[in-house]
């Protein structure tokens, strides 16, 4: 059986490489980004330097103004998978995304799914909990058939994730509607009274309570929302300032009290740098004929040729092996210590089924008795 799986890279030097999660409670944001892609995707570093701070495990996002001939980045978001929904005419407008880290036990459940809408199943331990973002146009008003085809579609969704009986249920995302009962300080047009009162009969709390955007000549609105079933597992939620002034739409986030288990164990590549033969690897290198190799003009071709060529190089002269991480070990930890401790435990388990004898010798506030 082949132990290699995607999670390595050649730069490591701790005993326990990994994702180590710690104590840490699932949490959300949802952003309406106003078109990913603008300015070449310079919006997604904003993101990313907001998650080394908050550390999210979704990241959803709304209006962001995809279709199919959109060329995506390779990487988007780093140690994150992706997901988009785009508008249904095609055209660069509206449409959803999700970010979700790469060691969540996601699914992304299509089948429940409607237009500018992504259905999420997570499994935290034997918790299941659904995550869907939602983005609704303004053009919809509440007289029109596309509202009511809406408030339906909302319905019946709920109705489908109630009966997969789930530990708990959020929908977040833009809703363009206004209703005082979310936000005193703005005011209540029929769309709003219209989602309130759905959201209501369905048992449904909207959390958010301040003002999340902020159009110039226009007063302040609370339409990015967060509509759940278990409003009393949140710890925390709120609103943060939006990551780029020319985007009117704050942040919006929420905070559960439920725990992220650790990812399963893995393998990844260990190179044991300190043993490097270096004039070997500098003489392989230096006799190879790169003018040949490399005739092929195409530069990508010869970026992955390159690169496949100096790993090969470098794992004939520096030893290295699979090593067995798992998440839940502090990184500092090695097999000697794992042995240390399970004898210790065994001995523990020992004392406690048949007790001391005489001879045995203790341990007392650190020091041993003889």
């Known amino acids: 059986m082949d132990p290699i799986s995607s999670n390595y890279n050649y730069n490591d030097v701790e005993f326990n490489p990994g994702d180590h999660i710690v104590n840490r409670n699932f949490t959300f944001c949802n952003w309406n980004i106003n078109s990913l892609a603008k300015d070449n995707f ?16 979704i990241i959803s996002l709304c209006e962001t103004s995809l279709n199919n001939d959109v060329e995506l980045p390779d990487s988007l978001l780093h140690g994150f998978k992706n997901h988009f929904s785009h508008h249904p005419s095609g055209n660069r407008r509206g449409g959803v995304g999700i970010f979700y880290r790469e060691s969540l036990p996601l699914v992304i459940r ?15 331990g034997k918790k299941k909990i659904f995550h869907i973002v939602i983005y609704r146009s303004p053009s919809e008003t509440a007289d029109s058939p596309e509202f009511e085809d809406f408030l339906n579609k909302f319905e019946n969704l709920h109705t489908k994730l109630k009966n997969e009986n789930p530990f708990a249920m959020f929908f977040t995302g833009d809703f363009n509607a206004h209703c005082q009962n979310w936000w005193p300080g703005g005011d209540t047009k029929k769309e709003g009274i219209a989602i309130d009162n ?40 709120g609103v943060r300032p939006s990551l780029d002034n020319f985007c009117k739409h704050q942040l919006i986030y929420c905070k559960i009290n439920v ?18 033969n270096t004039s070997l690897i500098k003489r392989a290198v230096s006799n190879f004929n790169w003018h040949t190799h ?8 010869q970026v992955n040729f390159f690169t496949k060529t100096i790993l090969n190089i470098l794992s004939n002269f520096i030893p290295n092996e699979y090593v067995k991480v798992t998440p839940k070990d502090p990184p500092w ?9 399970k004898k210790q ?26």
């Open 294 to 301: 490399l005739s092929n003009n195409n530069p990508n071709w």
């Open 110 to 124: 299509e089948d429940l799914a409607f237009s500018e809408c992504i259905v999420s199943e997570i499994h935290l």
């Open 42 to 57: 310079s919006r997604l570093n904003l993101i990313q330097a907001d998650n080394s701070i908050h550390n999210y495990d």
């Open 198 to 237: 759905l959201t209501s009969t369905l048992g449904l709390s909207q959390i958010i309570c301040e003002a999340t955007n902020y159009e110039t000549n226009k007063n302040p609105s609370c339409i990015d929302l967060i509509f759940c079933d278990q409003p009393n597992l949140i710890t925390e939620s």
């Open 259 to 276: 725990e992220i288990p650790p990812s399963p164990s893995y393998y990844r590549l260990m190179w044991h740098y300190n043993r490097a």
């Open 345 to 370: 435990n065994r001995q523990y388990k020992n004392f406690k089924r048949k007790g001391s004898k005489p001879g045995d010798k203790a341990v007392v506030d650190g020091f041993r008795q003889e």
């Open 333 to 341: 930890i090695t097999n000697g210590l794992k042995r240390m401790i």
